[in-house]
């Protein structure tokens, strides 16, 4: 199976601006999951949507957002981008239950400017 | 989801075993013990998971306490290309999907 894909792999992008990163699931698989890496803060959850519903959500402001498709691919959009969105976003896929594995992409980093 | 606590840096052998420990001491019942690992830059790669049995897989062997409270994953002889970030995560199986990341033990291997 081929593994989880997201593009763009590199943005830049200068603040203000919005932005809209895709991620391609596991066949299979309806759950993803979407997740911020900086120096500073490390490792952090965004959200997750499971059949087009967002069923959990981190601690981040409103300017992130994200959907699901009928197809399990799923998009993340962050308006009004700042410099300290400059990240690696990282998505992940599992499939049905709670207990499964989640498998992660190899992320879109983006640079804000 | 229950702390995790690892050691910040660990250096091990080539073809030497490598045991990262990792201490979980408010783990509930019904939490999952995973591991993952990063490697500079690119996403985190699953290598294994346990409940309260020890797990053994291609990559790694886990071994889990007796009252659940540490684990260690086992790389039985490390290569150069497991050199990486080790994230030790527990997960309550009754949640969604959310993986605590805490700040992971870098492993060098050296020759």
């Known amino acids: 199976k081929a593994g989880v894909t997201q593009t763009p792999r590199y943005l830049i992008k200068t603040r203000g601006q919005q932005v809209t990163l895709s991620c391609s699931p596991i066949?299979?698989?309806?759950?993803v999951s979407w997740y911020q890496q900086t120096p500073g803060q490390g490792l952090q959850f965004l959200f997750e949507?499971?059949?087009?519903?967002?069923?959990n959500k981190g601690n981040f402001p409103g300017r992130f957002s994200g959907r699901q498709f009928s197809n399990s691919r799923s998009e993340m959009n962050v308006s009004t981008l700042e410099l300290g969105d400059s990240a690696l976003y990282l998505c992940?896929?599992?499939?049905?239950?709670?207990?499964?594995?989640?498998?992660f992409g190899p992320g879109t980093r983006l640079l804000v400017l | 989801d229950a702390k995790t606590t690892q050691p910040p840096s660990m250096d091990c052998a080539e073809g030497r075993a490598a045991n990262l420990p990792c201490n979980h001491s408010?783990?509930?019942?019904?939490?999952?013990v995973y591991w993952y690992r990063q490697i500079h830059s690119q996403g985190p790669q699953y290598i294994i998971h346990?409940?309260?049995n020890n797990e053994t897989n291609e990559m790694a062997s886990l071994i889990i306490t007796e009252d659940r409270k540490s684990s260690t994953l086992i790389l039985p002889h490390a290569t150069l290309r497991d050199t990486a970030v080790y994230y030790c995560?527990?997960?309550?199986?009754?949640?969604?999907?959310?993986?605590?990341f805490g700040t992971g033990t870098r492993l060098q291997v050296t020759l």
């Open positions: 992940a896929s599992s499939s049905r239950d709670y207990k499964s594995v989640q498998y």
């Open positions: 066949s299979g698989h309806r759950s």
């Open positions: 949507y499971f059949s087009e519903t967002q069923r």
């Open positions: 408010t783990i509930s019942g019904n939490e999952y």
């Open positions: 346990g409940l309260k």
């Open positions: 995560i527990v997960r309550f199986t009754g949640t969604a999907s959310k993986l605590t």
